[in-house]
C-alpha cells in the first residue's frame, strides 16, 4: 500500500506542478477515490502522505539544494492544505519528519543530497558484495552478508520512515556503512586469516 500510497501522491503533485501554490485539482477525484477503496487509510497514513506530499512541493520550490539539512520540520508547514490535515499535522515545527528518508532529503538538501546520500549507501552496499565474494569461509561470508543486509533493510525502510533522524537508525546505519568499508579494505585472506580474524584481531604495539 505504500507504493500505491506514493503514486497518488505523486499524481497529485503532478496535476498541480505549475502552481505556485497549493490549490485543489481535477485528480483529487482519484486521491480520494484511492484512499477509500486501495488504502483504507487511518489517520496516520493521512498524515504520512501529508508529509510526503510537502516534501514534493519542497523540492519544486528548492530541486537543487534543498532548505537546508533538518530543515524539513520546520518549514513544510506552509505547504500543507487544509484538506490534508489530521490531528496529528501542525504549523509549528514541532512534530517529526517526512516520514520517508529520499523525500526529506530531497526537501532538505535537493537533488544534489540526494544523489550524495544513493551514492554512499551503493558504496556501502557494493562493499558488502565484494567483501562477500571475497570471503574464503562460511563465517566471513556470514558476516558480511549481516551487515549489508542490514544496510539493505535501512535503505528498504527509508522509503516509509525517515531513518537519519531517529538516533537508533541512524547510527545503525553508520555502524553497517563502516563495517562494510572495513571488511571490503581489509588485506587478503592469506595475510589476514580471513575476515573474520582481521575484524577480531587486536593492534599490536611495538
Known sequence: TGFGALAIDAGRWWDQRNSSVALDGPLDVVWRAGFETLLLPDESTMERLNRWRCAFLMTKSRP??????????????????????????????????????????????????????CLLLGAGLMAGLRAARRASNAADIAIAAAWTGALAGLVVAGLFVGWSDLPETGSAAWLALAALVRLDSSRSDEETGGLTGSLLATPTTA
Open 64 to 117: 537543487v539544494v534543498g532548505f537546508g539539512p533538518g530543515s524539513f520540520e520546520s518549514t513544510y508547514g506552509p505547504y500543507q492544505r487544509p484538506s490534508d490535515l489530521t490531528s496529528a499535522s501542525t504549523f509549528a515545527g514541532d512534530r517529526g519528519d517526512a516520514h520517508s528518508q529520499p523525500l526529506g532529503t530531497l526537501a532538505e538538501q535537493g537533488l544534489v543530497g540526494l544523489a550524495l546520500e
